[in-house]
T-cell receptor, first 113, second 110 residues
Framework: NAGVTQTPKFRILKIGQSMTLQCTQDMNHNYMYWYRQDPGMGLKLIYY???????DKGEVPNGYNVSRSTTEDFPLRLELAAPSQTSVYFCASSYTRVADTQYFGPGTRLTVL | AQRVTQPEKLLSVFKGAPVELKCNYSYSGSPELFWYVQYSRQRLQLLLR??SRESIKGFTADLNKGETSFHLKKPFAQEEDSAMYYCALRHGGATNKLIFGTGTLLAVQP
């Protein structure tokens, strides 16, 4: 199993551009999550999904959108990039909701100039 | 409000010395706590969780509800323990959302 994969690894955007961060997992996990990690800060939850077709907001959802059309994929969309969205983005998945291990992707480092 | 506090950004120790990475939490219910670790150039991964009461790579962590703490300990640090350590609290409800602390960088000197 590849686990959780994320693309791209790095990206530089100009203010106002849009992009989609891809996340795929091959473990048949129901739960998927998007976090962002700013320098010197912990991970903060952006959006999460408890199954295909179901998504919900986390702590910091503004400026982002997600979709979950399949169990495997959970893309994160930035519509109008802003410098405040410069961060490292992590996707994660877990099988159940009951204190289960979350498996993380390698991260995407995004810079908005 | 639910919160996880890791007061130390950096902890530097010598090889063979004891290690204690501090974690305090704020949570109104019955907490479920985890330690995640990120080694250099690797992804974030689970180290241990309090419900398992396990020892992984020589690390242990005991939940102290009275002090609202979940400190990570190891009696003899090894150079390969150098990494970023995050304490996390499971948010209650119908999901498996985690609230992370800001992390502590453990540097084990030879």
């Amino acid at each position: 199993n590849a686990g959780v994969t994320q693309t791209p690894k790095f990206r530089i955007l100009k203010i106002g551009q849009s992009m989609t961060l891809q996340c795929t997992q091959d473990m048949n996990h129901n739960y998927m999550y998007w976090y962002r990690q700013d320098p010197g800060m912990g991970l903060k939850l952006i959006y999460y999904s408890v199954g295909a077709g179901i998504t919900d907001k986390g702590e910091v959802p503004n400026g982002y959108n997600v979709s979950r059309s399949t169990t495997e994929d959970f893309p994160l969309r930035l519509e109008l990039a802003a410098p405040s969205q410069t961060s490292v983005y992590f996707c994660a998945s877990s099988y159940t909701r009951v204190a289960d291990t979350q498996y993380f992707g390698p991260g995407t480092r995004l810079t908005v100039l | 409000a639910q919160r996880v506090t890791q007061p130390e950004k950096l902890l530097s120790v010598f090889k063979g010395a004891p290690v204690e990475l501090k974690c305090n939490y704020s949570y109104s219910g019955s907490p479920e706590l985890f330690w995640y670790v990120q080694y250099s150039r690797q992804r974030l991964q689970l180290l241990l969780r309090h419900i398992s009461r396990e020892s992984i790579k020589g690390f242990t962590a005991d939940l102290n509800k009275g002090e609202t703490s979940f400190h990570l300990k190891k009696p003899f640090a090894q150079e390969e323990d150098s990494a970023m350590y995050y304490c996390a609290l499971r948010h209650g409800g119908a999901t498996n959302k985690l609230i992370f602390g800001t992390g502590t960088l453990l540097a084990v000197q030879p």
